[in-house]
């Protein structure tokens, strides 16, 4: 996600019930989409097991969990632990069973379906596929109804034909015929598809004309569980347990929810990448995630009776954050517990890079403090920790750098930008390679210009709420002894909530 957009609907979240999400990436040629940003290259090198799955997600990478897993995987996104980064590549990989302790899931809040949450039908969700100036072309395999409007009808485009979108001004045109500044096309059959150019997508398609700049904005206009088919399995890996993955869809409709709240008075409540959620159409669709998300149909995380801000994030770490270490609002659902996640690539990490490199990458980001003499940062503890400059997960807040020119205080997530690190879970080591285990001892000096600094990290990610991989470990462990353990999941990772079927 975007961290300005995040920190402004986190506060947001304070007085309404409402969710995130991603700046969408159309596909085909001709469509005008904001991208997400990219992650600041910097000049280290990554000496850590590569990756096999990175989400970069907020956000959010993704290695695989499950004790055997076949199939691979590859997507492109950005990233979802919300410093903008390429998405990972979800690569085939074994991972041995091993034992890692009993998980013992937080049970203090309760999992009921309280009658103060009101009862109702599927809601729609509106999806922006993006703008252009160019015709567009949409098809079906049945009829499909052309509106002008929401309801009065203007003619049909027949099953198997070419209907050719275009704009003018601030009007729309169906194969040459003007229809007006809103368009609602549907198939006629609830159940078929239809095509956007070469992309395919469940419901309807809205069409609005921007009129100053004789652009068209083009919306999915979809129900939320037809939706959730094409975000689940962008979001996790369809072969981990159904547990996970039942975790995934709940979070998923609720962030949703909550989204669809905050944007009700725009023309779109999401955009479909991970910025929001990542969102793939029909193509993106798996069974085993399909099954996941109509086991849990209608059920959505409450705190005082509202959808939450399901936040979630590829891999914890070892431990999540509190929301207000992140970006400064409490949230009293987003706090820190222990993460259970226990994914090769992404539990620990290690970046090397140089004093030289640190400087550049410090100047180019506006912070240069000229020549490097030291770090001021508390070394990392066991968890919970918290001290100035760390939060209760260790994830860093701040840290200064002296040099030459003077000293530089800089936020763990500008950090995270400038040194292209996977999460802010993280520790300098100078001229001391701590191979993969933390260490009490700070290394933060400096001596010469060919200093080598190792940063040793935990976790990809913003820390906040779901552990993707955390939830893809305890439902591991948990096997098929609880049919509905996706609940539990749900509760160790967000606390203080209630379970809900809302629909």
């Not at 659902?333 to 996640?341: E, F, M, Q, T």
Request: aromatic share 8%.
């Amino acid at each position: 996600m975007n961290t300005k957009k995040l920190q402004c609907l986190i506060v947001g979240t304070m007085f309404l019930g409402i969710n995130l999400g991603s700046v969408g990436t159309v596909h085909g040629e001709s469509f005008i989409v904001t991208k997400a940003g990219s992650t600041k290259s910097s000049s280290t090198t990554t000496t850590s097991t590569k990756a096999v799955g990175t989400k970069a997600t907020s956000t959010t990478s993704k290695s695989k969990v499950s004790s055997t897993i076949t199939k691979a995987k590859s997507t492109n996104s950005s990233t979802k632990s919300k410093v903008k980064s390429k998405k990972d590549t979800k690569s085939t990989k074994v991972i041995k069973n091993t034992k890692q302790g009993t998980i013992k899931p937080k049970s203090s809040t309760s999992i009921t379906n309280s009658s103060a949450v009101k009862q109702g039908t599927t809601p729609n969700i509106r999806v922006l596929l993006g703008s252009r100036k160019s015709p567009a072309t949409i098809k079906s395999g049945t009829n499909m109804t052309v509106f002008k409007g929401d309801d009065q009808k203007v003619s049909v485009i027949v099953a198997g034909s070419t209907g050719k979108l275009s704009v003018s001004g601030n009007t729309i045109y169906v194969n040459g015929k003007a229809i007006g500044p809103n368009v609602l096309i549907k198939p006629q059959n609830p159940k078929e598809s239809f095509y956007l150019g070469d992309k395919q997508y469940r419901g309807g398609l809205r069409v609005f004309a921007v009129g100053r700049s004789s652009t068209m904005t083009l919306v999915n206009a979809i129900p939320l569980e037809d939706y959730l088919y094409g975000v689940v399995p962008q979001e996790v890996i369809p072969s981990w347990p159904a547990a996970a993955l039942e975790a995934q869809a709940v979070a998923a409709r609720t962030y949703a929810l909550y989204t669809m709240e905050t944007n009700k008075n725009k023309d779109y409540d999401v955009k479909p990448s991970t910025d929001y959620q990542m969102y793939a159409g029909r193509a993106g669709e798996h069974n085993a995630t399909t099954v996941a998300v109509d086991k849990t149909k209608g059920m959505v995380m409450f705190y005082n009776q509202k959808p939450i801000n399901a936040l979630f994030h590829s891999d914890g770490g070892g431990y999540t954050e509190d929301s207000v270490n992140v970006w400064g609002t409490a949230l009293p659902y987003l706090k820190g517990v222990k993460d259970y996640s226990q994914a090769p690539s992404t539990r620990t990490w290690t970046v090397t890079t140089t004093r030289q490199a640190m400087e550049a990458n410090l100047r180019a980001a506006g912070k240069g403090v000229g020549t490097l003499k030291s770090i001021q940062l508390t070394p990392l503890k066991a968890q919970p920790m918290e001290t100035a400059d760390r939060g209760v997960s260790g994830r860093v807040k701040s840290a200064t750098f002296i040099g030459s020119d003077g000293k530089v205080t800089v936020d763990g997530d500008a950090l995270r930008s400038i040194f292209g690190l996977k999460s802010t879970l993280f520790d300098f080591y100078v001229n001391h390679n701590p191979n993969g285990k933390d260490s009490a001892k700070p290394y933060h000096t400096f001596t010469n210009k060919n200093d080598t600094v190792y940063i040793l990290g935990h976790g990809w990610g913003h820390g906040l709420g779901l552990s993707q991989w955390g939830a893809a470990e305890m439902a591991k462990q948990n096997g098929d002894k609880d049919q509905e353990y996706y609940k539990k999941i749900l509760t160790h990772y967000y606390s203080g909530i209630n379970i809900n079927k809302m629909y």
